[in-house]
């Protein structure tokens, strides 16, 4: 049985620096895409890019990325 992970990363810092991990053990990934989806709603402005199925979001002056790991 898989479980799941939340990671977070500031965009401007995504190659010089490690995502944050914000939760793990998350038991399906429903669950751990739910999550991702109200932390990045939880901000007037966020999105969800498909093409890398990450959801994004803007606080003050940066742009963080938010995804459950491992993708589907």
């Known amino acids: 049985m898989n479980s799941y992970s939340i990671f977070l990363r ?3 810092q995504a190659h010089e620096d490690h995502p944050r ?25 966020h999105g969800f890019n ?3 199925r990450v959801h994004w979001f ?4 940066s742009i963080h990325e938010i995804y459950a790991w ?3």
């Not at 803007?58 to 002056?61: A, E, K, L, P």
């Open 50 to 52: 498909p093409a890398t």
């Open 58 to 61: 803007r606080d003050g002056d």
């Open 10 to 12: 500031d965009r401007a």
């Open 21 to 45: 991990l914000l939760a793990y053990e998350i038991p399906d990934q429903l669950a751990a895409q739910t999550l991702v989806s109200g932390i990045a709603a939880s901000y007037r402005e």
């Open 70 to 72: 491992p993708h589907p």
